[in-house]
């Protein structure tokens, strides 16, 4: 972003200096013919100038055609968690976008930046809120020279989205929140955003999407958007057909509709989750629509960090668990599907003596005294929790109540 308003002052002093060009003709040498003429001089001056658009013109459809530089999209292994890197050139210019920062409780997105040798990050994108999606925000921007922050716009109480800030504030960082109808180019890379049009009280369903154009690949992030911002999405008419798929919401059953997967037509799919994990995430329902979609299925879980990478024509697929799967749309290589194994959705279990604040289910949380459906969405949107006293940052929760949670015995840090 930044980049390309240089790129816009460049060419605003270009003009500049094309406009003092254009003063300066009458200083040049003029033929014997027109001098002392006024209408010849002008037309001379006319045609001198339409010469240098000229060539203005024919340079920009040159670097139009150039062919595209590799471009790769690294879903990153973060567990239970999200955090996307875009990385590309265009000539000279290095171009990195990171969606997503992980999980606020590792530094695992910044070390990973680190191994990729990033050291400057154009936009960092947080789809929402959520500590395990602005988790490393504040680390990578201590770490790393971060032109730019898009949010939603939405506020916690959180320590980590505090954190998140102040870490903008004090690095004077710009900070932007993008508008549904919003489309920028990043280098050769098209950026759409298509939600949320405005906040609404869920988390999840405010989730910033966007959709990247990169020659004819396209990508589609929706982030924890779930059936509702679907389907504000399917009614606004925006364009969301993508060759690839980030799936919503690590694959939880909430997302991922039929009537989504109909207008996105993704070629693969690719969702974040740790192994095991206690939400049972990716759920076998959004898996079944998928591959009864002909979607070709990658995971974290199962493949480690996944990388797709095109030249704006094709892509192919790297993961870490298994060998390169080539794909060129709209041919789908079905003899290499990857089968993820079906997983078995459970209910999250907890050990009967502890409910880890930090980390259990929405439902486990509704062991605590005084946490019911409302008050454990809002202990979730909080975290993480230092210690049990914390718990008194949930509206409703004053010290009387925090006596009774202490008393019950059963919320704790870890264990």
């Not at 794909?327 to 194994?341: D, F, I, K, L, Y």
């Not at 940052?393 to 009387?400: D, E, F, H, N, W």
Request: glycine share 6%.
């Amino acid at each position: 972003m930044i980049k390309n308003i240089f790129t816009s002052l460049y060419l605003i002093a270009g003009l500049l200096v094309f406009a003092g060009c254009g003063q300066s003709t009458t200083q040049s040498p003029i033929p014997d013919n027109v001098n002392g003429d006024p209408e010849l001089v002008e037309e001379q001056a006319n045609e001198e100038q339409n010469k240098v658009v000229e060539v203005e013109d024919a340079d920009s459809i040159e670097q139009q055609n150039l062919p595209l530089s590799k471009m790769k999209v690294h879903y990153i292994d973060v567990g239970q968690a999200d955090a996307t890197l875009i990385e590309y050139n265009q000539g000279d210019e290095a171009f990195a976008v990171l969606i997503d920062t992980g999980d606020w409780s590792s530094t695992e997105v910044v070390s990973y930046l680190q191994a990729h040798n990033i050291t400057d990050i154009d936009i960092v994108a947080i789809t929402h809120p959520h500590a395990d999606h602005i988790g490393q925000l504040d680390k990578i921007i201590c770490t790393f020279d971060v032109s730019e922050v898009w949010m939603n716009g939405e506020t916690t109480n959180s320590q980590v989205f505090t954190s998140a800030l102040a870490a903008i504030e004090d690095n004077n960082v710009d900070y932007y929140e993008p508008e549904v109808g919003d489309v920028f180019d990043i280098g050769p890379l098209k950026v759409a955003v298509l939600h949320p049009k405005s906040l609404s009280g869920d988390t999840n369903n405010n989730s910033i999407a966007i959709r990247l154009q990169y020659g004819e690949i396209s990508f589609l992030f929706t982030g924890d958007s779930e059936e509702e911002a679907e389907s504000e999405m399917l009614s606004s008419g925006a364009n969301l057909k993508a060759d690839i798929l980030q799936v919503g919401h690590h694959g939880s059953k909430t997302s991922t509709t039929d009537s989504f997967l109909k207008a996105v037509q993704p070629d693969i799919a690719i969702y974040s989750a740790s192994v095991d994990n206690q939400y049972g995430h990716p759920h076998i329902e959004t898996i079944n629509r998928l591959e009864k979609s002909g979607v070709l299925v990658y995971g974290t879980d199962i493949h480690g960090t996944v990388i797709v990478e095109t030249d704006g024509k094709t892509f192919s697929v790297h993961t870490n668990n298994q060998g390169t799967i080539k794909h060129t749309p709209p041919e789908v290589e079905t003899e290499v599907v990857p089968t993820p194994e079906p997983k078995n959705e459970t209910q999250p279990v907890s050990s009967a003596s502890c409910v880890n604040i930090n980390s259990a289910s929405e439902v486990e949380v509704q062991r605590i005294i005084h946490i019911g459906p409302a008050r454990s969405q809002d202990l979730i949107q909080l975290r993480p929790y230092q210690s049990v006293d914390d718990l008194s940052k949930i509206k409703g929760i004053g010290p009387a109540r925090i006596t009774d949670i202490l008393t019950q015995g059963i919320a704790c840090i870890g264990g």
